[in-house]
């Protein structure tokens, strides 16, 4: 009998499926092998590019099955919520989320109770001050108070260094009460039931990724004092930078130094960031949950690795189910599609 000698260049996998194929079967299911053995490679390989390809083969793949989310039994105690990054442009495609948004808000299986910001409020240099036009035309404008009579828990990106900072803080004094900045990194929390609530601890990441040593070390131990002495059962923290991201800025290894360990040790259960334009969800490590939202204008590609649970590089935002138990994220496209959903819980 003839063996079968490998052709170069092809890889040995390849060859396994083309010693599996007779005769009989045709040309036809040659090529499906090939076909999908292509893909495959495409999707997984670090070699293929650009990084966009890789998640448009995966993700519409992806797309074909959407999540199946189980209501709620009735009366159960609940906080919904949104959370969507890198926003601030003005645009079309920031008013298309903006109105996939409106429609998850206005749902009466879904709703939101209010929103979180991750950053890059105002492209591309931030604003001027309280009374630049671009609280209007990029905020109060496209989120109006008629869709949107809920609060906006923002934090600053490094977009915003480059206006000015203090007058996203002020505000949140002086505005129409629905912008929530209380500071450059603040906490608040929100109560689930009558015995269980949850604390967000707001982060300025650019703050410590740019500012002097002093800056820096204040605010990771403000951090680590509120971790420390909180009490809430469920704790998520908003960043801008994304501690793990297989997008174009990759992962924050000076944040990783600094922050992973408060996170494990203080039983963080979630961080939501922005920065890389995509939706991502990384594999949790040691408890925690990694999620990126910052496709809420302007989409960039993002990778697919080893570590990705979900990836999209089109515009959108994420909507959030907390319960005593459970915390679900659910990643939707601008239209309001539900793309991918998460379930967390209970609190270790």
């Known amino acids: 009998m003839n063996k079968q000698r490998a052709q170069p260049g092809l890889h040995s996998s390849f060859i396994f499926h083309r010693s599996a194929f007779s005769e009989k079967r045709g040309g036809r299911f040659t090529i499906f092998w090939l076909v999908l053995y292509v893909l495959g490679w495409c999707v997984l390989s670090p070699a293929c ?3 966009r390809v890789r998640y448009d083969i995966l993700g519409a793949v992806l797309r074909l099955s959407p999540p199946q989310i189980a209501p709620l039994p009735p009366q159960t105690p ?3 919520f949104l959370v969507f990054g890198d926003w ?3 645009g079309n495609s920031q008013r298309a989320v903006a109105d996939g948004m409106a429609g998850i808000v206005a749902r009466t299986d879904r709703g939101a109770d209010f929103v979180i910001g991750t950053g890059d409020n105002f492209y591309p240099d931030g604003v001027t001050g309280i009374d630049d036009p671009q609280w209007q035309s990029k905020f109060e404008q496209v989120y109006d108070p008629g869709r949107f009579p809920i609060s906006f828990f923002m934090v600053l990106g490094n977009h915003d260094y480059r206006g000015n900072v203090a007058a996203q803080v002020a505000y949140h004094r002086k505005g129409t009460g629905r912008w929530s900045m209380e500071a450059r990194y603040y906490t608040f929390s929100k ?4 015995s269980t609530a949850v604390q967000f601890f707001a982060l300025d990441t650019t703050m410590l990724l740019q500012d ?5 070390h204040a605010q990771l131990a403000w951090f680590e004092r509120e971790l420390a002495t909180s009490r809430a059962r469920w704790k ?3 960043s801008h930078h994304p501690l793990f991201s297989n997008g174009k800025h990759g992962d924050a290894e000076q944040l990783l130094f600094w922050l992973v360990p408060l996170l494990e040790r203080y039983g963080v259960q979630a961080v939501f960031s922005g920065h890389d334009h995509a939706l991502q969800a990384i594999r949790p490590s040691n408890g925690v949950h990694y999620f990126v939202s910052g496709a809420g204008a302007r989409p960039r590609s993002v990778r697919w690795r080893w570590n990705t649970l979900f990836a999209s590089a089109s515009p959108g935002f ?7 138990d459970e915390l679900l994220v659910v990643f939707c496209d601008q239209t309001g599609r539900e793309l991918w959903a998460r379930s967390i819980g209970p609190p270790r």
């Open 212 to 216: 002097s040593t002093a800056a820096e």
């Open 49 to 51: 590019s650009p990084a």
């Open 318 to 324: 994420a909507w959030c189910r907390l319960t005593h």
């Open 88 to 90: 601030g442009t003005g």
């Open 78 to 80: 609940r906080l919904t």
């Open 191 to 194: 109560a689930v039931t009558e």
């Open 236 to 238: 998520i923290v908003v």
